[in-house]
């Protein structure tokens, strides 16, 4: 199963240019998609995500370039054959592109993150990858 950000929350992102309240916690919101120049092929993606405890994105890979910076509680990503990455507030996690892993939202409060992307034009950021 693929997670298409851009087209899963187009109705998220006509919402907030409304000014209505944003969308409940999980539903990722999308704040921006451009092209880049100069990047033939290539383009940027920035979403915000509400996450409760314990949630969990299971096998997945990135096929382009993900900065995660966290607003609220601990995130960790476990990419394979490396040591986890944990971030806090005001914390930012590096994922390159193609390499599995499988994210989580640690300790009781939850959390609230930005994701930037840069990309393939027109793929989905996530990749689901069962074993």
């Known amino acids: 199963m ?3 950000i851009p087209n899963a929350c187009a109705a998220s992102t006509f919402v907030v240019a ?13 704040l921006l998609t ?14 915000l995500f509400e996450e409760e405890p314990g949630k969990v994105y299971e096998r997945h890979i990135h096929p382009g370039h993900v900065f995660v910076y966290v607003l609220e509680g601990t995130i960790q990503a476990d990419v ?3 040591e986890p990455q944990r971030a806090s ?4 996690i590096h994922e390159r592109p193609d390499q599995p892993m499988v994210g989580r939202v640690i300790g009781d409060e939850g959390a609230r993150f930005l994701v930037f992307q840069i990309g393939p034009k027109g793929e989905d950021i996530m990749v689901f990858q069962p074993e």
């Open 80 to 82: 394979e054959g490396q």
């Open 2 to 4: 693929n997670l298409n």
């Open 89 to 92: 507030a005001g914390e930012v």
């Open 18 to 30: 409304l000014g209505m309240p944003m969308l409940a916690v999980g539903d990722p919101t999308s």
């Open 34 to 47: 451009t092209d880049l120049e100069g990047m033939e092929g290539m383009e940027a993606n920035v979403v």
